[in-house]
């Protein structure tokens, strides 16, 4: 069940870093500079920032922040913070939604901020990708189901 804007409450630790890691982001072609800070299951916290190339094959906020997770041993997602730059949503895009499917459980809160760092709008994980697809549709174990 979705919880109000004015029930999510953002550590300032959380809002900082991803405040930091947004204005860290590699941008020169969209200017669209993306964060993203979530914690694990464990309560560790990791931060990404997107990243642009010539190609227009870049990195988006969430994958680099889930890389660091999955890179430090962790496989499950409590909560992630994503901010853009303005004060408009900056929701998760598609294949982002399918990477945090991947590490989500039925409790994690997605919880999009504005550009200074307040809460917009939260989702749990079916909210943000409903009917998903995941690991448990290939006989796979997953923290969803």
């Known amino acids: 069940m979705s919880k109000a804007v004015n029930d999510i409450q953002v550590p300032d630790e959380i809002r900082q870093s991803a405040l930091n890691v947004r204005d860290n982001a590699y941008v020169p072609y969209s200017d669209?500079?993306?964060g993203a800070v979530l914690i694990s299951?464990?309560?560790?916290t990791y931060a990404g920032c997107n990243v642009e190339s010539a190609n227009y094959k870049g990195l988006c906020a969430e994958a680099s922040a889930i890389a660091g997770l999955v890179s430090s041993g962790e496989r499950a997602i409590r909560t992630i913070y994503v901010i853009g730059p303005g004060e408009d949503l900056c929701t998760p895009c598609g294949d982002c939604r399918q990477r945090i499917r991947e590490f989500a459980t039925?409790?994690?809160?997605?919880?999009?901020l504005d550009g200074n760092g307040a809460p917009?709008?939260?989702y749990t994980m079916d909210e943000l990708l409903p009917d998903s697809f995941g690991p448990e549709n290939l006989n796979k174990t997953s923290g969803m189901r």
């Not at 409790?107 to 999009?112: G, N, R």
């Open 106 to 112: 039925p409790q994690t809160d997605i919880v999009v």
């Open 32 to 34: 669209h500079p993306v």
């Open 120 to 122: 917009l709008k939260h």
């Open 41 to 44: 299951e464990s309560g560790k």
